[in-house]
């Protein structure tokens, strides 16, 4: 079956979906997006993606380009039309297109675009597959904590990470501090067994999955500490993971040439993936 993607008021086959030329998305990065997991032919956490989508919309000062109600109608219609079972959304809205120029223009509509794109269900033993991790300085802007589409300073870490044979870049900020991970959260359990994952401000990402897992792991009774902690302190934890919509709980048994821990996942990652994927599985049925 074609894919088929939403622009702008109409479903088209993917290869004809585009906006036009002088969209402020593409000349200036001037839009906001969310990736959103589907399980079961559900949507995952829709309620805390499209309230962080409403944030970045306001941060901007973007308007909505179409009601809230009527973007979960279109989401399940891209859903349905492409026949997702398992795999994940894309929602991208920016101020439109108008002629070049650094301001705001005086008029223009909000463009909206949304795709979805199928992936095989992961299962516990690939999720635990073991990964590494690479420091890098985080050269992206002030305002990390908005899902804006310009993304160039990801970009070129990750494919660090990926010239590393890395599965994630660390960034760290000029103090020493882990802030997060191109596209994840960053968490660590100390040698006192406390776990800690970076308080959130402007310099992180709220991650949604990150969310969802604090108020797991809290109905589970495993306390946990929301603090900044240095690259250093990472390097001598006795486990380290990180997590996203995508990546769900990945463990990191190297970072940089350092082993941590024993250099197997450990056994609260282990556990709290267990929960997330338990989560999800219950998620709109088996």
Not at 1 to 6: I, L
Not at 108 to 121: F, G
Not at 201 to 225: C, H, N, P, V, Y
């Amino acid at each position: 079956m074609p894919k088929v993607t939403y622009v702008n008021g109409r479903y088209l086959p993917h290869g004809q979906a585009v906006v036009h030329v002088e969209d402020r998305g593409f000349q200036f990065a001037d839009g906001v997006y969310e990736v959103i997991a589907v399980a079961n032919g559900t949507i995952v956490d829709e309620e805390a993606h499209l309230d962080r989508f409403d944030r970045s919309l306001s941060e901007l000062r973007l308007d909505w380009p179409v009601y809230r109600r009527a973007l979960g109608f279109i989401m399940r219609e891209i859903i349905r039309r492409n026949t997702v079972r398992h795999g994940s959304i894309y929602l991208q809205a920016t101020r439109g297109s108008a002629p070049r120029n650094h301001p705001f223009p005086d008029f223009s509509l909000p463009s909206l675009i949304v795709t979805a794109k199928s992936a095989k269900k992961l299962s516990y033993e690939a999720a635990l597959e073991k990964n590494s991790v690479i420091s890098q300085p985080d050269i992206r802007w002030r305002r990390c904590d908005i899902k804006s589409v310009s993304l160039l300073p990801n970009v070129l870490l990750k494919q660090a990470a990926v010239e590393a044979d890395a599965a994630e870049s660390w960034l760290i900020d000029d103090r020493g501090i882990v802030t997060e991970g191109t596209a994840s959260n960053a968490w660590i359990v100390t040698d006192q067994d406390e776990l800690i994952t970076r308080h959130l401000d402007s310099s992180i990402l709220a991650g949604i999955t990150r969310q969802a897992i604090l108020k797991l792991i809290s109905q589970e009774g495993i306390s946990f500490l929301e603090r900044e902690f240095t690259l250093e302190e990472a390097k001598q934890a006795k486990e380290a993971f990180f997590t996203s919509t995508t990546a769900l709980v990945k463990p990191a048994v190297k970072i940089d040439e350092v082993i941590i821990g024993d250099g197997q996942p450990g056994p609260l990652t282990r556990k709290i993936l267990t929960y997330y994927m338990d989560y999800m599985d219950n998620i709109g049925g088996q």
